[in-house]
């Protein structure tokens, strides 16, 4: 049914895993379109009561975006394809009436970093790395990265991590809020079902009401499409050019403030 995407449900949990390991599972469009698809199902289906979202094989949850297809993007389709994503899934994720755990192996990287974020929460393996490095590209987050890690981790610690596009492992990103549980990642999966299994014993719309709550908290959409504009506005400059062109060319940029 989906081909970037394996599901397997088991006592009304749903396991998620995204399935393009020989791209270290990159958002690409079609993948963000099953995602949304399966999304909206999930929403109707009462025989799902929580997802685990996860990545496939040992090195990568999601490894970022795939930068290949940025190149023919201008600001009006940069600002496009950060408004399609939030609205098609990073949204529905975060405001899924259903528990939503991201189960972290390897790499969270860019929009790898945002789907984690845009979960309820996160439970990490030990090899798990979190980053926010689309500044070595000349853009910044546009799912959402630079509103939710901010509520994560405090102003100055997001201002630092967005600024240097610097990865941390899984014992800082635990120490700054980053992800709830750092575990070895054979007992990764056991644990996140363990931990859905203690919410499948509470009231399901207590606990829906819960997740309804705590997004409603000082939600500030404005600095979502806020950033959507300025998301935007970096396809416009040469420097975005560059810092694609160069990821794809495996070498240095030279950015040049234009």
């Known amino acids: 049914m989906y081909t970037t995407l394996l599901t397997e449900i088991s006592e009304g949990i749903i396991t998620i895993t995204i ?38 094989g040992n090195k990568a949850f999601v490894a970022g975006a795939d930068i290949s297809e940025f190149n023919e993007l201008d600001a009006t389709g940069g600002e496009e394809l950060a408004r399609k994503g939030q609205q098609m899934v990073f949204d529905k994720i975060e405001n899924c009436p ?23 929460f996160i439970v990490a393996s030990e090899n798990a790395r979190f980053g926010q490095p689309e500044v070595n590209l000349g853009i910044i987050p546009g799912y959402g990265g630079t509103q939710r890690l901010v509520q994560l ?5 997001a201002m630092q991590l967005l600024m240097t596009g610097e990865m941390v492992d899984a014992k800082d990103a635990e120490t700054y809020g980053i992800a709830n549980k750092v ?72 950015f040049t403030g234009r």
Request: charged share 25%.
């Open 19 to 56: 399935n393009r390991p020989d791209k270290l599972n990159a958002l690409n469009r079609t993948l963000i379109e099953e995602l949304s698809a399966l999304f909206d199902n999930i929403y109707k289906d009462a025989a799902v009561r929580s997802i685990i979202l996860t990545g496939a």
């Open 98 to 120: 259903k528990p939503v755990i991201a189960a972290v192996n390897g790499f969270a990287l860019g929009g790898g970093c945002e789907l984690a974020l845009a979960c309820h």
């Open 153 to 157: 981790v405090g102003r100055n610690r």
């Open 183 to 254: 575990v070895p990642q054979e007992i990764l999966l056991s644990t996140v079902k363990q931990l859905l299994m203690t919410i499948h014993s509470k009231a399901p719309l207590a606990v829906s009401k819960v997740i309804e709550c705590v997004n409603n908290f000082d939600h500030n959409q404005q600095g979502y499409d806020f950033e959507i504009r300025k998301f935007g506005e970096c396809f416009s400059t040469e420097d975005k050019k560059e810092g694609a062109s160069a990821f794809l060319e495996k070498r240095k940029p030279n």
